[in-house]
């Protein structure tokens, strides 16, 4: 379905094309003084980016048309994707396209012609979202318009049985601990499972490596103290075992007085698979409201808060953007610094937040983070190969017992806070 125009549209907005992407260009993220490395391309073979687009992407589009009973037009469209992706070159947008002057704004015309493993990784990867959206049909008139690729994957992980168990589990958290095991949920849940067992006391002391490589969370509580006034911004990543424990954590903030107002930032559209959109936010709090206990109890409070302005929901068309946020919009920046934090949930979005980059994993993540337009937080476990914050010891310690892999296994966590 065609969502809104944004301010990126207009010719000259402050995200025109290579305003603020160029390795060292002002304004880059890695202000400050700390020169910008290179930008992540997927074009090494045995690397981690070019395993998702000549691997990954290849099972997702084998998943999509395995999951919904598409019609040979559609799955004709599915086979093109797929070799075009592995084979051909990037295509424009068709020039009627609802989106064609937004994606023309997001570097389109500077990419087309090449092949997709040679442009920035963030960009391929968002630019086959958009692509495989229109081989099912997701935005033409016609049967399949607005429907979910992803939603038969999306619904197996919501109704999981494991999910029950989770919640379940939260009855018998002691009230002092629930803010610090909703903050964990909220961080494991990036890696598919509440994990509030992860945040079982004196695990992390047992780890050779703790599984949080970063902890910033005192910094986090210290924005938003009992009784306050604040508004929290939350960007939120996948749908399902994410997005619950999500809810959870804003419904706890909202009706202990931590927040009296919460912004959540959805995608318009579906993208990477399992990233949240309003009608998953939907099939989440129904699973809240069905489960029983503080579950339901907290998914009937959001449910008010959503009728009473205390919680809105946003689907603003920068989520689906192929670019860092440091060429977010004018609206959207003024959305995240009327906040008193904005926090950006899961992988891609700690990509976006301090840019794809090949970054020292010592970067400080307050430079990186400095263009941001108000307190940030990131929470996040490791998928990929970016990362900055880390002290020289932990880095030291990752890379002498795990090699590479502590980068992209999810066997790691971080919550990073800059005020
Ligand atoms: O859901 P998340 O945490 O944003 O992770 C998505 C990540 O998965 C990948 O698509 C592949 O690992 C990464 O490109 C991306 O950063």
């Known amino acids: 379905m065609p969502d809104a125009p944004d301010a990126s549209d207009v010719p000259g907005a ?20 700390t020169p910008a490395p290179p930008v992540i391309l997927g074009d090494e073979p045995g690397s981690f980016p070019h395993a998702v687009l ?13 999951d919904l009973p598409y019609d040979p037009a559609r799955r004709r469209a599915l086979d093109a994707l797929l070799e075009n992706c592995l084979k051909g070159s990037i295509e424009p947008l068709p020039a009627d396209a609802h989106d064609h002057a937004r994606w023309t704004a997001w570097d389109m ?27 099912v049909g997701y935005f033409a008139p016609g049967p399949w318009q607005g429907v979910d690729p992803f939603r038969p994957a999306k619904l197996a992980d919501l109704d999981a049985p494991e999910t029950d168990a989770e919640l379940a589990a939260l009855d ?61 911004c ?33 995608k318009p559209h579906p993208y990477y698979v399992s990233d949240a959109t309003p009608a998953d936010v939907l099939d989440a709090l129904r699973r809240l409201t069905g489960a029983g206990g503080t579950a339901a109890r907290y998914g009937h409070a959001l449910r008010e808060a959503l009728a009473d302005g205390r919680l809105t929901l946003r689907a603003h068309p920068f989520s689906c953007a192929p670019l860092p946020y440091a060429r977010m919009p004018e609206d959207l920046r003024a959305d995240f610094a009327a906040a008193t934090v904005t926090v950006l949930k899961g992988d891609l979005n700690y990509r976006r937040l301090v840019g794809d980059r090949r970054w020292p994993p010592t970067t400080p993540f307050a430079d990186v983070t400095a263009y941001f337009p ?46």
Not at 237 to 264: F, S
């Open 374 to 419: 108000g307190p940030v937080a990131a929470l996040r476990t490791l998928k990929s190969d970016v990362i900055t914050g880390l002290a020289p010891a932990t880095q030291a310690a990752l890379d002498a017992t795990e090699g590479d892999r502590w980068r992209t296994a999810g066997a790691h966590a971080l919550i990073q806070v800059r005020h």
């Open 54 to 66: 000549a691997e990954r992407h290849p099972a997702i589009v084998r998943q999509v048309a395995r």
């Open 109 to 135: 015309d500077a990419h087309a012609g090449r092949s997709w493993f040679e442009v920035p990784w963030l960009w391929s990867e968002s630019y086959f979202y958009r692509r495989l959206l229109d081989a």
């Open 234 to 266: 939350l960007v939120a990543d996948n749908a399902g075992r994410e997005l619950v424990p999500d809810l959870l954590l804003i419904a706890h903030l909202l009706t202990h007085g931590r927040v009296r107002r919460a912004v959540l930032h959805v």
């Open 14 to 33: 402050p995200d025109a094309p290579g305003a603020v992407d160029a390795p060292g260009a002002p304004g880059a993220p890695g202000g400050r003084g």
């Open 172 to 232: 018998a958290l002691p009230p002092d601990g629930l803010a610090a095991a909703l903050l964990h949920g909220s961080v494991w849940g990036n890696r598919a499972d509440l994990g509030f067992r992860l945040s079982a006391p004196g695990a992390a002391d047992r780890a050779e490596v703790p599984p949080l490589v970063a902890d910033d969370s005192e910094r986090l509580w210290s924005l938003l103290p009992p009784a306050g006034d604040a508004t929290l």
